[in-house]
């Protein structure tokens, strides 16, 4: 399957390495404004094609998919160019600038019979696979919360703010992980440096009274990426930093009884055990890309496709609205 690649700048490069040493896929051209990027392209790969145009990467006819792989702003005509030129499309998250970009891109897939597949990279990690086999099969209990930080020095992004930079990863996690459509939003943020909010606080709201909430942040002088997964039986404590044990289960709860009313409540503490799951050894990118050959090449739809962008896409709007709104409480 041969891929051309829009962008070679932060991620593209991982992007094109894991497309080359795929089995059954090929990187025939790359397109890049920089001369820089360009420069290194052409070194990393000399017999792939580089070229500043994306139309001219968009329109050959020896490409099947376009793997896009720039700012946030040119996805929507990337990926509508991409489509209307029959090529399926691998695209960087967050999927588009607006719902109704998102909406128009899905139709318009379908209308081609052609995916789309979304960047959530974060879903073929071997944590967020474990965690999702511990919900699947009931070892949490009932659900209580989802709380991630998500925060670092940078990078500093011009065209867009921190939540819709770092909040996509746990947006897609949480879609993933809690099978439920949140009901309402609440966020609040501020900018100190070049107009876009830098530190922002995001809560979602779910049925059943799962509640999430996310801490991104631009200026924090230590990186932190740690997930608190609250249930019913246990709770889970995943911090992607850690090098071997990445995720803890705790076998720690409270159960509440009352005897005589809402007034006489008994509150009781359990103590288990802790214990760190083994983990699948895998770079998650390489996973992804491969499940899109296999999706496109056997005719199977993507878990995190077009849908599943737009899903996160529509939870970041309400999150943006609310935090213009200096915290107002948003319902989707």
Known sequence: MNFGVIGYGYWGPNV??????LEGSEVRAIAEISPAAQARARKAYPGVTVTA??????SSPHIDVIAIVSPV????ELTKAALQNGKHVFVEKPFTSTAAQGEELINLAEQ???KIMVDHTFLFTGAVKR???LIAEGALGNLYYYDSTRVNLGLFQHDI???WDLAPHDLSIMDHLIKASPEAVVATGQGHLNGHEDVAFMTLYFPDKIIAHINVNWLSPVKVRTTLIGGEKRMIVWNDL???EKVKVYDKGVKITSREGVYELL???RSGDMWSPQLEQVEALRQELSYFVECITTGREPFNNGCAGLRVIRMLEAASESMNRKGAFIRL
């Open 16 to 21: 094109v390495r894991n497309l080359m040493s």
């Open 53 to 58: 145009s994306a139309s001219e990467v968009i």
């Open 73 to 76: 702003w040119t996805h929507y």
């Open 112 to 114: 081609k019979n052609l």
């Open 131 to 133: 965690i999702g086999q």
């Open 161 to 163: 703010n921190v939540l």
């Open 242 to 244: 850690e090098a071997d």
């Open 267 to 269: 509150v009781s503490y």
